[in-house]
C-alpha cells in the first residue's frame, strides 16, 4: 500500500540530471490518480513482491564465548579463583541467553576444563558446561536444517601441560611439534571436561562436540592446516579474517575455505571451514592488530550494513550463500559492571526488537542464531549443492572496490558510524537514525511502495539522497521534511562521502543480480512525469491528508 505524500521533492539521477526539483501544493485529484497510475504502472509491469522465492538462507548470528588461559604464575588457588569467577561470568552469560534461546559458540582452555574435572560433575563448571550443550541446536527449528549443533570447543594461546595445574606457555615460534602437544593437551583435557559433564556419557561422541578450534599456535598457516587435519577438526573459531574491517569497516560475512598464503583468500581444498565474526562486544581497540569498533553502537550499524547486503541478494535472487556474522567474548570480559556485559544486552534486545522474528516479504526469515558449527555445516551444505563456487575471497589484501563483493555504496557510505536511534517514521517504514563524529546520517526503507518522511527533526540543512542498492544519487539538496522512501534502502546525509559522487565503483555490486521488479524509483519517475504539469498552475493549495 501506498501512504499519500502531502507534498513531494523530486530528485533526479546524478547522472546527467540538473538536481533536485521540490514542489508543493498538488491537489488531492492528483494523487488520486497518481495513486492510480501506480498501480496501473505496477500491473504493466507485473510488479508484485516475489513470494515464495526463497534464496538466501536466513543470517546466522554467532556468539562466541571462550575461556583463555590463566596466568600460570598463580598460585593453585589463586587459578581456582580464576575459574570460579569465569564460571560466574558464564552463568551470568546464561542467565541473559536462555530465555531468549540464543545458542553460544563455547571454547575452553585446557586448564579451566581440568579444573571442571577436579570439581566433578556436581561442581558450577559442570553445570555451565552442560548449558552450554544445551543452549546449541536452536537453528532451523524443525525441520532442522542444518542439524543442530550444540558446541564445546578448544581455545588455546601458547600454553601445554607439564603437570597438574600446570600450564606454561611456549615462546618465540614454537615449532610443529610443540605447537602438536600445545593442540593435544588442550584438546584432551576439553574431551575430559565434557566427558565429566555428563557422567561419562555425552549425548553425542565428544568428537563432534569439540569440533572448533582456535589457537595461536602454530605460527605457520600451512602447519596449522597440518594440524586441523591431523586432529580431524572441521570448523576454525573465526579471529584470522577479523583483519577485514581494516580494510572495509566491517568483517566478512561468508564463511570459507582459507588459504595457507593469505587468512582471508579461499582454497576449496583446505580442510576446515573459517568461520567469520566480529571480536570482543563492548570493547573499541586493536584486536589482532586491527583496530575494531565493536560497542553496540558500531555492532548495530554493521548489521544494518550486512542485512541490506544480505536483503538485497535476497531481493534480487542473487545465487545462493551462507550469510553469517556475530561477536565473541571472553569469559573475564563479562565481569559484573562490565561494558560486555551492557552492550550485549543492548544488542541482544535490539536484534530481538528489529530483526528476530523478521520475515522478508518472500517468506524468508531474517536471521537465526547459530553455533560455529552449525554454520560451519551450512557451509558444507552449501558446498555440496554449488561445487567449485566461491563462497568469499580476499585475495589483494588492499582496498579494492572492483574485488569486493558487496554493494559499496553501503560500505562507503556507512562505515565508522553508529547507531543512535530507531526511528519511528510510521507508514511500516524502517528507519535508523546513525551518527559519525557529530554528522547525522539516517538509513530507511519500506517493504513495499513508497512514502514521503520528514526527517527536519535531524536535519536542519538540505540532505543528500543516496540509494544504497544502486549508488544512484537521488538528489544532492533535498529538503529533509520532504524525502521520498520506498524499496531500495536510502542513506540520507548532509554530505555524501566523495568516493560516491561523480563516478562511483560500480563493478563489483553490478554482479549481483538486478532487483527483478521494476524499481520503485522508475515508478516515482512515471508518476512525477505524470504529476509534473500541476507545477505550472494547475494544482491547488489543497493538500491531501496523508
Ligand atoms: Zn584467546
Known sequence: MICVPKSFVFFKTPFGGKGPVAFRGVSTWCFLVLGILVLVVAVDFGWAPAVGVADQSPIYMTFDVHVDPVTNGFPVSGKRAVYEERTDNLAWVLDQTEPLDIPISFLSGGWYMEMLVEEGPSGV???????????????????????????????????????????????????????????????SWVNRGIETAF???????????????????????????????????????????????????????????????????????????????????????????????MSAESVKRQFLQLYVNWRHAERSNAPEKVWTWGWGAHAHN????????????????????????????????????????????????????????????FDSLSVDWDEYPYLVPVAVAMEDHLWEADLDLGCGIDAFHLDKAGDDAVVMWRELGLSRVDLSD?????????????????????????????????????????????????????????????????????????????????????????
Open 125 to 187: 563448571g559442570a553445570q555451565v558446561v552442560r548449558r552450554m550443550y544445551g543452549s546449541g541446536g536452536q537453528i532451523g527449528s524443525p525441520p532442522r536444517t542444518p542439524a543442530p549443533g550444540p558446541q564445546i570447543g578448544s581455545h588455546s594461546h601458547n600454553e601445554y601441560q607439564v603437570g597438574k595445574f600446570n600450564w606454561p606457555s611456549f615462546t618465540g615460534t614454537p615449532n610443529l611439534v610443540e605447537s602438536r602437544k600445545s593442540w593435544q593437551d588442550n584438546i
Open 199 to 293: 557422567w561419562g556419557s555425552p549425548p553425542e561422541p565428544v568428537s563432534e562436540i569439540n569440533n572448533v578450534k582456535g589457537s595461536h599456535l602454530p605460527k605457520s598457516e600451512e602447519e596449522y592446516h597440518t594440524l586441523m587435519e591431523e586432529f580431524g577438526i572441521t570448523v576454525r573459531e573465526p579471529g584470522p579474517e577479523e583483519d577485514y574491517y581494516g580494510y572495509y569497516g566491517h568483517h566478512i560475512w561468508n564463511p570459507f575455505r582459507p588459504s595457507t598464503e593469505n587468512a582471508m583468500a579461499e582454497d576449496l581444498s583446505a580442510p576446515f571451514v573459517q568461520v567469520v565474526s566480529g571480536p570482543v562486544i563492548g570493547e573499541v581497540g586493536i584486536h589482532h592488530g586491527t583496530l575494531q569498533d
Open 334 to 393: 563479562f565481569s559484573p559492571g562490565s561494558d560486555s556485559r551492557a552492550d550485549l544486552l543492548d544488542v541482544v534486545g535490539w536484534l530481538e526488537d528489529n530483526f528476530r522474528d523478521r520475515v522478508e516479504p518472500t517468506g524468508t526469515p531474517v536471521m537465526e542464531y547459530a553455533t560455529q558449527i552449525d554454520v560451519g555445516e551450512a557451509y558444507e551444505i552449501w558446498e555440496a549443492a554449488n561445487p567449485g563456487e566461491s563462497s568469499f575471497s
Open 458 to 546: 535531524i536535519f536542519s540543512t538540505t540532505v543528500s539522497v543516496l540509494g544504497l542498492e544502486t549508488g544512484n544519487i537521488y538528489g544532492l539538496s533535498v529538503n529533509p521534511a520532504n524525502v521520498l522512501v520506498t524499496t531500495e534502502p536510502l542513506f540520507v546525509a548532509e554530505q555524501l562521502p566523495a568516493l560516491l559522487l561523480g563516478k562511483p565503483p560500480r563493478n563489483s555490486y553490478a554482479r549481483f543480480h538486478a532487483v527483478p521488479e521494476p524499481a520503485s524509483w522508475v515508478l516515482l519517475a512515471l508518476t512525477l512525469a505524470f504529476v509534473l504539469p500541476s507545477r505550472n498552475g494547475r494544482s491547488t493549495p489543497s493538500q491531501p491528508s496523508a
